[in-house]
């Protein structure tokens, strides 16, 4: 059984840009989380997405969005770029919603905003 | 205001030795608590979990303690081995009023074993 996977796996950008990160989750789960990872915050819970409608958000600001799509598929996407917004973003997808189920964990994508 | 604290960012033991990971955490609406363990370039693995009726769950060589009254728990490696070198992250759940659930995560505790 294939696992969560990201792409792209590493992606640099400027400052003002926007970009978008791809998951797909394991085959049959339903839910798809993002966090994100930085040295001095540790992994951070973004948002959640379950049959396609967010169920979950933590406190980011409103340019980190995503959707996700009917095959389970997730989207995230940032817009204007921050310097601190350089992490690694990972994505978890479950069978069922939330963190009742496990959550398997893709490598993540690194962005490096410059 | 980070309600789980992994104060150590890393740790080094021999192998064959005891690993003691600790987490700390604030907040009384966690009611179940997990160890994550990630290698570089990999996402997040579950290693072990625990619900807050239990202060013990064991699976082979690792063992989570809970202790409830001071709002800590650890995770012992026992014994020790090369391939345990990794980060160790503690999160916890906590359930929240519409029925919808959070992960927040420590840290991360480096842990590096020497042969």
């Known amino acids: 059984k294939a696992g969560v996977t990201q792409t792209p796996r590493y992606l640099i950008k400027t400052r003002g840009q926007q970009v978008t990160l791809s998951c797909s989750p394991i085959?049959?789960?339903?839910?798809v989380s993002w966090y994100q990872q930085t040295p001095g915050q540790g992994l951070q819970f973004l948002f959640e997405?379950?049959?396609?409608?967010?169920?979950n958000k933590g406190n980011f600001p409103g340019r980190f969005s995503g959707r996700q799509f009917s095959n389970s598929r997730s989207e995230m996407n940032v817009s204007t770029l921050e310097l601190g917004d350089s992490a690694l973003y990972l994505c978890a997808s479950s069978i069922g919603q939330g963190v009742y189920n496990e959550q398997f964990f893709g490598p993540g994508t690194r962005l490096t905003v410059l | 205001d980070q309600q789980v604290k992994q104060n150590s960012p890393s740790l080094s033991v021999q192998e064959g030795r005891i690993s003691i990971l600790n987490c700390d955490y604030t907040n009384s609406m966690f009611d179940y608590f997990l160890w994550y363990k990630k290698y570089p370039a990999e996402g997040p693995t579950f290693l072990i979990s625990?619900?807050?009726?239990?202060d013990k769950n064991e699976d082979g060589r690792f063992t989570v303690f809970l202790n409830k009254s001071a709002k800590h728990l650890s995770l012992h490696i026992v014994p020790s081995q090369p391939g345990d070198s990794a980060v160790y992250f503690c999160a916890a759940r906590s359930a929240r009023r519409s029925g919808y659930s959070t992960l927040t995560f420590g840290k991360g505790t480096m842990l590096l074993v020497s042969p």
């Open positions: 085959s049959g789960h339903r839910s």
């Open positions: 997405y379950f049959s396609e409608t967010q169920r």
């Open positions: 625990i619900s807050s009726i239990k």
